[in-house]
């Protein structure tokens, strides 16, 4: 089975603009987690969906917002950009023959200049 | 916010020796689990041990935990050095797929 992708795996934006990153879980696997890993604040939850239902939110204002499509596939948005905004951020799907398991994405490098 | 501490920040041994990485975290739990994180890349899943377990071997990998005491400890056994990278802990609260990151142990391994 192919792992879960990310792209793009590099991005670099300016303050204020918005950024769409997207996952793409391991094949038969319907939840979608997203994390923030930061210098200063380490990894960090941001949502989770199943079945196109966002099940869990982090705490993270509101310019940070997900989907997830009918294929499983994930986007994160991510609007008004700030410099603190410049992160990894990282996807992880879940299994059902594996329910505690989640696999991580290569993750998407965010620069915000 | 992160569930709790790791100690130590970083860790440096020689090829051969033993590694120990401890955690700590904040409320009860489900599950804990140890990822390995090399160079600011994805995240592999190394081992998870239930709240109802002590104990649990995978290869080089001890895991412990210690409920009491909100603690476990991640011991590798003849390290190598490709076994350099960042390894966090993480816990599962079974509020859905949440996981909670400890703040992670940088592991170099010296030839």
């Known amino acids: 089975k192919a792992g879960v992708t990310q792209t793009p795996r590099y991005l670099i934006k300016t303050r204020g603009q918005q950024v769409t990153l997207s996952c793409s879980p391991i094949?038969?696997?319907?939840?979608v987690s997203w994390y923030q890993q930061t210098p200063g604040q380490g990894l960090q939850f941001l949502f989770e969906?199943?079945?196109?239902?966002?099940?869990n939110k982090g705490n993270f204002p509101g310019r940070f917002s997900g989907r997830q499509f009918s294929n499983s596939r994930s986007e994160m948005n991510v609007s008004t950009l700030e410099l603190g905004d410049s992160a990894l951020y990282l996807c992880?799907?879940?299994?059902?023959?594996?329910?505690?398991?989640?696999?991580f994405g290569p993750g998407t490098r965010l620069t915000v200049l | 916010s992160q569930q709790g501490e790791e100690d130590p920040q970083a860790l440096s041994i020689q090829e051969g020796e033993n590694a120990t990485m401890n955690c700590s975290y904040k409320?009860?739990?489900?599950?804990l689990q140890w990822y390995r994180q090399n160079s600011g890349r994805g995240l592999v899943h190394l081992i998870l041990?239930?709240?109802?377990?002590r104990e649990k071997h995978s290869g080089r990998l001890r895991v412990t935990l210690d409920t009491s005491k909100k603690s476990s400890s991640l011991l590798i056994t003849a390290s190598r050095a490709a076994d350099t990278a960042s390894y966090f802990c993480?816990?599962?609260?079974?509020?859905?797929?949440?996981?909670?990151f400890g703040g992670g142990t940088r592991l170099m391994v010296k030839p």
């Open positions: 992880a799907s879940v299994g059902t023959s594996r329910p505690d398991t989640q696999y």
């Open positions: 094949s038969g696997h319907r939840s």
């Open positions: 969906y199943f079945s196109e239902t966002q099940r």
């Open positions: 409320t009860s739990i489900n599950n």
């Open positions: 041990i239930r709240s109802n377990e």
């Open positions: 993480a816990t599962d609260d079974n509020a859905g797929n949440m996981l909670t």
